[in-house]
């Protein structure tokens, strides 16, 4: 399972969005059944970031946000992403995929 979040930064606030960014993804490092976690900046737009991290499935991802620490950490950065699906994984694992009613 890939979970990838995508962030618009401006230039002036990029330096303190990328300390808090590489602290969660530090967390997610850390949390059993992360395979990697890392972020990464657009090659093309320079305001333009992600947190991309891989799990071996989708309940090490969610269990990745149980607890106070995790709130602390995750909630700062996650609260900044696009309003956009962030959690992705094998069409053969996901199976018939019903759109949710927007």
Known sequence: MLAFSRFRVPPQEQASFLLDAERAAAWFAGRPGCRYAEVVGNLDEPDLFA??????????????????????????????????????????DVGLNVPRIR
């Open 51 to 92: 947190l991309a991290s891989g799990w071996d499935d989708v309940g090490s991802y969610r269990r990745a946000f149980n607890g106070y620490d995790a709130k602390m950490i995750l909630m700062p950065v996650l609260n900044r992403a696009l309003d956009e699906p962030s959690a992705w994984a094998s069409p053969t």
